[in-house]
């Protein structure tokens, strides 16, 4: 599976899923602009010691990913979405993409890829998770779809 960070702002959330990218093997994507350096001592920090385990890629556009990876499973993370991450099934070419911060994925991108949006349930009055928090949820259901062999 593959994670895709789209124009991610806090050096921190991107570190700590490039850690959970580490421990899952899987390749973590980019689109800039990114809101950080990566030579930014936060992300350093969130990642700790597994940089040398985690395969990172840039694009400069979201449509350079999809066009890499057409073909592939696609399933994009968004507040919008009436179906639950719970109720898809995930592959290991899936791409996982997650939107920004401050304003979560496009709206073109949502409009374009409707049939692929879901969501992470949560209470109404609660607008978003963390970013990170909302990769890990989501990257562990799907690697425990494909039975994923993680040391226990």
């Not at 959970?20 to 809101?35: E, I, M, Y």
């Not at 597994?50 to 499973?73: C, I, N, T």
């Not at 928090?133 to 779809?145: F, G, H, L, P």
Request: aromatic share 10%; charged share 25%.
């Amino acid at each position: 599976m593959h994670i895709v960070l789209v124009e991610p702002e806090i050096p921190g959330n991107t570190g700590n899923i490039a850690r959970l990218c580490a421990a899952l093997g899987c390749p973590l994507h980019l689109v800039r602009p990114l809101g950080f350096s990566l030579e930014d001592k936060y992300l350093k920090r969130a990642g700790l010691d597994y940089w040398h385990l985690l395969e990172v890629y840039l694009y400069d556009s979201v449509e350079e990913v999809l066009q890499k990876f057409a073909g592939h499973s696609l399933f994009l993370l968004t507040t919008k979405a009436d179906k639950c991450y719970t109720d898809v099934a995930y592959d290991e070419g899936s791409l996982l993409l997650f939107g920004k911060e401050t304003a979560g994925l496009p709206l073109w991108l949502r409009e374009k890829y409707a049939d692929c949006c879901v969501r992470i349930p949560m209470r109404a009055e609660a607008r978003s998770l963390n970013l990170s928090n909302a990769v890990a949820v989501v990257a562990y259901e799907a690697a425990r779809q494909l039975h994923m062999e993680l040391r226990a």
